[in-house]
């Protein structure tokens, strides 16, 4: 049994990833693969209860380093419970956000630090990363934009000022361009439909045996 695919996708707030993350995974389906659609924080039981008891939260209830293992033991339960036995039967893992998102929010845009954020990474999955990852990448304002429409979900950063949003943004196209061979930069401003087709290219592209 050949070991499956792990593709995550990536942005800031209002990208537009939980669409694209389902298209993809119905794309895949169509290619006869086994797909398992997953998301962080959350994708396992466990995780979900640790996602429903931090994201709901106003901002300045948790702690930034407390909010780092909090997302780093959900991250450990997705992955032990979830991700790594569909790996193993050979199934495609679909998640919309993983480590990158620490990397991102806790490490820079909370100013927690990459060092502190790899290095408790090490402990939950050493050298575990994506096959793929999918930047979806958009301006700010379109994303906040997107956001207001769609108000009363998930709040936890979308009260925060452009500039934090920004700050996202420019770190996320940082480590796109620091792991090249790993990221694919999507431009997420276009329709659902026109990236969702760019997604697909990109897949067929990085895995040519689909
Ligand atoms: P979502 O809206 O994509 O489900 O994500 C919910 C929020 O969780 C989003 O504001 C980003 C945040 N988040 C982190 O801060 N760190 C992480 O590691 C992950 C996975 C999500």
Not at 88 to 109: K, N
Not at 159 to 187: E, G, M, S, T
Request: hydrophobic fraction near 40%.
């Amino acid at each position: 049994m050949t070991q499956g695919k792990f593709i995550t996708l990536e942005g800031g707030e209002g990208a537009g990833k939980s669409t694209q993350v389902k298209r993809l995974a119905d794309f895949l389906r169509t290619k006869g693969r086994e797909v398992v659609q997953t998301r962080e924080v959350g994708g396992s039981p466990a995780a979900e209860e640790i996602r429903t008891f931090w994201l709901l939260k106003g901002e300045g209830h948790w702690d930034p380093l407390s909010e780092l293992f909090l997302i780093m033991a959900a991250r450990r339960e997705h992955l032990v419970k979830t991700v790594f036995p569909a790996l193993a039967r050979g199934a495609w893992v679909v998640c919309d956000r993983f480590v990158d998102s620490t990397r991102v929010y806790q490490g820079i845009a909370q100013g927690l630090g990459s060092t502190l954020v790899e290095s408790v990474y090490r402990g939950v999955a050493p050298g575990f990363e994506a096959d793929l990852t999918l930047l979806l990448d958009l301006p700010v304002e379109t994303g906040l934009e997107r956001m207001r429409a769609r108000r009363g979900q998930d709040d936890r950063y979308q009260q925060k000022p452009v500039a934090f949003h920004q700050k996202l943004r420019d770190a996320y196209l940082d480590l796109a361009r620091n792991h090249a061979q790993r990221f694919r930069v999507i431009d997420a401003a276009a329709d659902a439909d026109s990236v969702a087709l760019d997604i697909t290219r990109v897949v067929g592209e990085r895995f040519g045996d689909l």
